[in-house]
């Protein structure tokens, strides 16, 4: 397996660059993609995630279809081959995506936010890419 990445620097480089365009991050760790990013975003508002946008990384594929680890379970509990979430204004995601892979970091637009009521929230919807 890879070696933990450090975003730091990635994530200092954005917020120079895209400043009051830049929302917020979340870094997924333990306790997956949805409930991390969940504790970033405020009342009134969720974050839906397309999983269409990505692969499962195959180490994590392997491991849920030896073990029978239920989708649910994996994605409560690993990161599923996202290790940093950055949420930026959608008019500037094209510009972060590039400022990002400049860097030599692999980005994309994973999904986006939708109003709605009660407390802030992240969704995971769709089928994952297969490779």
Not at 80 to 97: H, Q, T
């Amino acid at each position: 397996m890879t070696p933990t990445e450090i975003y730091t620097l990635d994530c200092l480089a954005l917020i120079k660059a895209q400043q009051e365009n830049l929302r917020t991050f979340s870094h997924i760790t333990g306790g997956g993609l949805a409930d991390n990013t969940a504790r970033v975003i405020p009342d009134g508002l969720v974050a839906k995630y397309d999983r269409a946008s990505w692969a499962l990384p195959n180490e994590m594929k392997f491991m849920a279809d030896v073990a029978g680890v239920p989708q649910s379970d994996m994605e409560r509990t690993w990161n599923c081959g996202i290790g940093m979430v950055a949420i930026v204004d959608e008019a500037i995601a094209d510009l972060s995506i590039k400022s990002l892979a400049a860097r030599g970091m692999k980005a994309w637009v994973a999904g986006s936010i939708h109003a709605q009521s009660g407390p802030g929230a992240a969704t995971l919807e769709g089928t994952y890419l297969t490779r």
